[in-house]
């Protein structure tokens, strides 16, 4: 019985070596094990050794029990030596500016798998009324270059200016893209063609409440269905860079995934794609899909890591 463990142990070291190749040793040494749980695998297989006459019914009850003894320790196995990577527990790191009304309830809705997120506010009202609602909120005592950055503002990878003067916005706009903030977006309440050339130019994002509002009434008038996949909190509506080489190079039918979600369109490079089910997918394409939020959420993970 015992001889026949180990075995069944013994045939899954080609996958560790493999394994090995890709991932760190210890994880390798644990993905082999969960691996060698194949007790589907030697049911149907004694099934017919049985059949054929070439095994006994008590040689097939000690590889069943093997088998199952196997299919305990493994996963105990896994879990005991599995160690999380870096790279797994990264999470984009997004400061925003502004504790209002509008910032707060997208702070909370953010998916925690995803963000790591920081509100600060240099209005103590403010940071008296949502301190106890936010985790994350900092009051700072004013908004000069100095504070932001001791405060820690311009260390995250998306920087949201979202006060309620556009003239604080513009200015903590501009100091994070000089800091080499990958992603900034300011809100404003008025935008000037000369704020949204420059703003353009130096790749900060601008939201405008009134453009937008604008143009969910337009999506409500003309496309309904479009305007419930936006707003919906159970099917989520997400756009996701391709960066996993495992789906590059593959149509869109042939994803394991594909009938759970709908691919509404794909961008490469500056080219907006119609999604069909023979389109292949490259490298850097960015998929915009739609889903139940469960769904959205592993689909995302899965296309993103590289």
Request: net charge neutral.
């Amino acid at each position: 019985l015992l001889q026949f463990a180990i075995f069944l142990f013994i045939a899954k070291a080609p996958v560790v070596l493999t394994y090995m190749r890709y991932f760190q040793k210890k994880n390798a040494f644990a993905g082999g094990f969960l691996t060698a749980t194949t007790i589907t695998i030697v049911l149907p297989t004694l099934q017919v050794a049985r059949k054929l006459h070439a095994i006994t019914s008590t040689q097939s009850d000690a590889f069943i029990l093997a088998a199952v003894i196997v299919c305990i320790l493994s996963p105990i196995v896994f879990n005991s030596n599995f160690v999380l990577l870096p790279e797994d527990k990264i999470k984009e790191k997004v400061a925003i500016v502004g504790a209002n009304a509008v910032t707060v309830p997208v702070a909370h809705d953010l998916h925690a798998n995803w963000y790591s997120v920081k509100m600060f506010t240099d209005k103590k009202n403010q940071y008296k009324t949502y301190d106890s609602r936010v985790e994350n909120l900092t009051f700072l005592p004013n908004l000069d270059e100095e504070t932001l950055e001791k405060g820690g503002v311009f260390d995250g990878d998306i920087v949201v200016a979202a006060n309620r003067a556009d003239e604080d916005n513009i200015k903590i706009a501009r100091m994070a893209k000089e800091k080499g903030v990958n992603r900034v977006i300011a809100r404003l309440s008025e935008v000037d063609s000369k704020t949204l050339t420059e703003f353009n130019e130096k790749g900060i994002e601008v939201f405008n409440s009134t453009n937008v509002h604008a143009a969910l009434m337009r999506a409500m008038i003309e496309s309904p269905t479009v305007y419930r996949i936006m707003t919906d909190t159970k099917n989520i509506l997400y756009s996701v860079k391709v960066k996993n080489t495992h789906y590059t190079g593959r149509q869109l039918m042939d994803l394991e995934f594909i009938d759970q979600i709908t691919v509404s369109r794909i961008k490469r490079g500056d080219e907006w794609l119609i999604p069909r089910g023979a389109t292949e997918i490259e490298p850097e394409d960015i998929l915009v899909f739609s889903g139940e939020f469960k769904v959205a959420d592993r689909v995302r993970d899965l296309l993103s890591k590289e």
